[in-house]
């Protein structure tokens, strides 16, 4: 069965950084775009960032472009963030999901169960 | 950007009712609409993909309708593990972006 395992969630001061990574597993992970999504507390859902199967493209949101890195390592199953220069309103849960469908854009067929990251002196 | 609003913002039903959520884009998203049902501490499941799709294992009960900038998501009868907040997607522009969301509460 397909699994998505998040880490490296935690409690950074603003201005610092952190790398999430999600270990992906009962899936073929070289076939799939994969992306972050994020949840601020009590808030609705932010698709921050899109990674090809190859790891040859990348897309992100605006609010973390330049911010973020997205990466992949299909050997290891895994999908990394790269976070720099975190500001509070980067707090929030943050996903790894599988995203799926032909033509534009994506939806997500299966997310982990999210880190949190909370930006805070 | 494309801004997706749902209403109504709550619902209150009781199980065995049907539900009806809304979901309006600002632009044309043609049929590239999903909508997902996330429950308290969970992540969120897709439910309907391409507007009208049932995803893998969802029940018959969820059907989604709609094109270009309305969308709806019915629920034909509710039973008590449906009762959650429901977002819609869309992924026809960049940046892809979801709805505010319906939170579906027990009357």
């Known amino acids: 069965q397909v699994e998505l395992v998040e880490s490296g969630g935690g409690l950074v001061k603003p201005g610092g950084s952190l790398r999430l990574s999600c270990a992906a597993s009962g899936f073929t992970f070289s076939d799939y775009y994969m992306s972050w999504i994020r949840q601020a507390p009590g808030k609705g859902l932010e698709w921050i960032s899109y990674?090809?199967?190859?790891?040859?493209?990348?897309m992100y949101t605006d609010s973390v472009e330049g911010r973020f890195t997205v990466s992949r390592d299909n050997a290891k199953n895994s999908l990394y963030l790269q976070m720099n220069t975190l500001r509070a309103e980067d707090t929030a849960v943050y996903y790894c999901v599988r995203a799926v469908g032909y033509g534009p854009g994506a939806h997500f067929d299966y997310w982990g169960q999210g880190t949190l990251v909370t930006v805070s002196s | 950007e494309i801004v997706l609003t749902q209403s109504p913002a709550t619902l209150s039903l009781s199980p065995g009712e049907g539900a009806t959520l809304s979901c309006r884009a600002s632009?044309?998203?043609?049929?590239?609409l999903a909508w997902y049902q996330q429950k308290p501490d969970q992540a969120p499941r897709l439910l309907i993909y391409d507007a009208s799709k049932r995803a893998t294992g969802i029940p018959a009960r969820f059907s989604g309708s709609g094109s270009g900038t309305d969308f709806t998501l019915t629920i034909s009868s509710l039973e008590p593990e449906d009762f959650a907040v429901y977002y819609c997607?869309?992924?026809?522009?960049?940046?892809?972006?979801f709805g505010g969301g319906t939170k579906v509460e027990i009357k």
């Open positions: 990674i090809s199967n190859s790891g040859s493209s990348e």
């Open positions: 632009h044309s998203v043609s049929k590239y």
């Open positions: 997607q869309q992924r026809s522009n960049w940046p892809l972006t």
